[in-house]
């Protein structure tokens, strides 16, 4: 597939996803007007074998996201790319994919951090 046909495929997804999210967060607030949206960013377990495209839509999947949780005013977006990034033979459990425990103990103090911020709120 060449790039302006991998670009197309993506932005249909990515719009699709951005779609489908958007509707979710309608649901939860409607269903409860208190909640707190909570979202996770996307990382990339595969840093050292990943093409500079694939890393480029990567960050715009994670960027939009953050951009739509974010303008719901009712949600908080984690990233996890950075803390991965730099972090993987640290963070990345044997089987390439997941966190080890230090890496879901590093997630969880991220979190952490970042619920303390929507507590604080008046």
């Given at each position: 597939m060449n790039s302006l046909a991998q670009e197309d495929a993506f932005n249909t997804?990515?719009?699709s996803y951005l779609s489908n999210l958007k509707q979710?967060?309608?649901?939860?607030?409607?269903?409860?007007p208190?909640?707190?949206?909570?979202?996770?960013g996307l990382y990339n377990p595969y840093e050292k074998v990943t093409s500079s495209e694939d890393t480029k839509f990567l960050s715009t999947w994670n960027y939009k996201t953050q951009q739509l949780i974010e303008d719901d005013a009712k949600?908080?977006?984690?990233?996890?790319?950075?803390?991965?990034?730099?972090?993987?033979?640290?963070y990345l459990a044997k089987d390439g994919l997941?966190?080890?425990?230090?890496?879901?103990?590093?997630i969880s103090e991220r979190i952490g951090t970042s619920i303390e911020t929507i507590i604080a709120k008046p």
């Open positions: 997804r990515l719009n979710i967060l309608d649901i939860i607030n409607k269903t409860n208190n909640s707190e949206v909570v979202f996770l949600g908080i977006f984690i990233p996890t790319y950075d803390l991965m990034k730099f972090n993987l033979s640290r997941h966190p080890n425990s230090s890496g879901y103990q590093a």
